[in-house]
């Protein structure tokens, strides 16, 4: 059974860039997609983009973080990261990772999460 | 974006009790709508897929209906870990979105 675990800097300073690391265990990552999604009181579950391991990693980000947002696949080490550049309060939130699949990349669902990380943005 | 607008936004309800909640998207999204199960400091846990079927391992007491937009899980007979909070989600048009949520806590 696929495991994932998300780590990374629990506290980051305003304005500097936030990078998360999720290890995927138990499965290989082909031919799967996967997300990183993060949940704030204020905004509740928010997409943030994906990552396919089909073809040459296509990504697909939500354009309200898409000039912030790189993710990225490490096909050696089997996890996916997520950078989001230029951070600010309103990116205090838990981050989750998910894998899916199916149809379009998700008709499935999000069928497997991480346990989600804490991220504080502040000085 | 795709709005998707879950109601009630919490409700209470007894061991045993059906429930229905509903998740209404404001333009098509097909049958690509989700359902989740979160509990507190948990990740959400994918309960049905393509509006109506029951992910594996779930337990037949929760149900996924579709009619054009809306869309509807029911719990059946409630039991005590069923109180938890619950999110529709549409992955047919990007960005993917997810319902505000619906709390189920206990009478």
């Known amino acids: 059974q696929v495991q994932l675990q998300e780590s990374g800097p629990g506290l980051v300073r305003p304005s500097e860039t936030l990078s998360l690391i999720c290890a995927v265990s138990g499965d290989s990552m082909s031919p799967y997609y996967w997300s990183w999604i993060r949940q704030s009181p204020g905004k509740g579950l928010e997409w943030i983009g994906y990552i396919s391991t089909r073809g040459s990693g296509t990504t697909n980000y939500n354009p309200s973080l898409k000039t912030r947002v790189t993710i990225s696949w490490d096909t050696s080490k089997s996890h996916f990261s997520l950078t989001l550049t230029s951070v600010a309060a309103s990116d205090t939130a838990v981050y989750y990772c998910?894998?899916?699949w199916g149809y379009g990349g998700a008709s499935r669902g999000f069928d497997s999460w991480g346990q989600g990380i804490q991220v504080t943005v502040s000085s | 974006d795709i709005q998707m607008t879950q109601s009630p936004s919490s409700l209470s309800a007894s061991v045993g009790d059906t429930i229905t909640i509903t998740c209404r998207a404001s333009?098509?999204?097909?049958?690509?709508l989700h359902w989740y199960q979160q509990r507190p400091g948990a990740a959400p846990k994918l309960l049905i897929y393509g509006a109506t079927t029951l992910e594996s391992g779930v337990p037949s007491r929760f149900s996924g209906s579709e009619s054009g937009t809306d869309f509807s899980l029911t719990i059946s007979s409630l039991q005590p870990t069923d109180f938890a909070t619950y999110y529709c989600?549409?992955?047919?048009?990007?960005?993917?979105?997810f319902g505000q949520g619906t709390r189920v806590d206990i009478k």
């Open positions: 989600q549409q992955t047919y048009g990007f960005p993917w979105t």
């Open positions: 998910a894998r899916h």
């Open positions: 333009e098509s999204v097909s049958n690509y």
